[in-house]
């Protein structure tokens, strides 16, 4: 059974911290990695993908993979209370791309002004 | 660039009844997803597509749950019939190449 394991949270940071959201997957054959973001009540929406080793910088986003460790996070820096909304990591099954995408259960994160 | 789009956005049904939710792909996105969004979880994967032929159904209750992609672009996912268990978001979202997906706005479905 793959699993993709989150801390649910919720976790609060204060306005301009950075935040360090983490995912641990099962499924060492993993190649891609997706970070999304969830409004409540909203869809998700992807805002980072990584398929190395090391770090992958967007704006105020930074995603970590270390597929040694089966460890992916991401960091948001100077967060911003537009900032508070469920983080969900994704892991494909296999190969590159988003085949069979399997998803954490998300971390909630408030941004506290 | 539009989005994904779906419909209905809400939709309320009694247990035992049918329901169907339909999705139209960002315009070029060969690969087309359901999946379904319970309260409080991350989505799983229903079925997806690659142009019009099933690339994964695994994790679909293939007594209860139907999809279809007529000529490649538009989705249907139907529910018949619908079980308590079944409330959910049901989100279609598409892709192409190695990135996405990207996810539409997504059905609310209620079954009481």
């Known amino acids: 059974q793959k699993e993709v394991e989150q801390n649910s949270g919720p976790l609060s940071v204060p306005e301009g911290a950075i935040a360090s959201l983490n995912c641990t997957y099962s499924?060492?054959?993993?190649?891609?990695f997706f970070w999304y973001r969830q409004y409540s009540g909203k869809s998700p929406e992807l805002i980072m993908f990584?398929?190395?080793?090391g770090d992958k910088e967007d704006g105020r986003f930074t995603a970590q993979l270390n597929k040694a460790s089966q460890y992916v996070s991401l960091l948001i820096r100077d967060s911003q209370p537009s900032d508070s909304a469920t983080y969900l990591c994704?892991?494909?099954?296999?190969?590159?791309?988003?085949?069979?995408?399997?998803f954490g259960t998300g971390t909630r994160l408030t941004v506290i002004p | 660039e539009a989005g994904v789009a779906q419909s209905p956005r809400y939709k309320i049904i009694e247990k035992r009844q049918s329901v169907a939710f339909w999705c139209n792909p960002i315009?070029?996105?060969?690969?087309l997803y359901w999946y379904q969004q319970i309260l409080g979880q991350g989505p799983k994967l229903l079925i997806q597509?690659?142009?019009?032929?099933?690339?994964?159904d695994s994790q679909l209750p293939k007594d209860r749950f139907s999809a279809e992609r007529l000529k490649g672009v538009d989705s249907t996912l139907k529910i018949q019939p619908a079980k308590l268990e079944d409330s959910a978001v049901y989100l279609c979202?598409?892709?192409?190449?190695?990135?996405?997906?990207?996810f539409g706005q997504g059905t609310r479905l209620t079954v009481v």
């Open positions: 994704a892991v494909n099954e296999g190969g590159t791309g988003a085949n069979n995408l399997f």
């Open positions: 979202a598409s892709s192409l190449g190695i990135l996405g997906p990207f």
């Open positions: 597509f690659q142009n019009n032929g099933v690339v994964d």
């Open positions: 499924d060492r054959g993993s190649q891609s």
């Open positions: 990584i398929y190395s080793n």
């Open positions: 315009s070029g996105h060969a690969t």
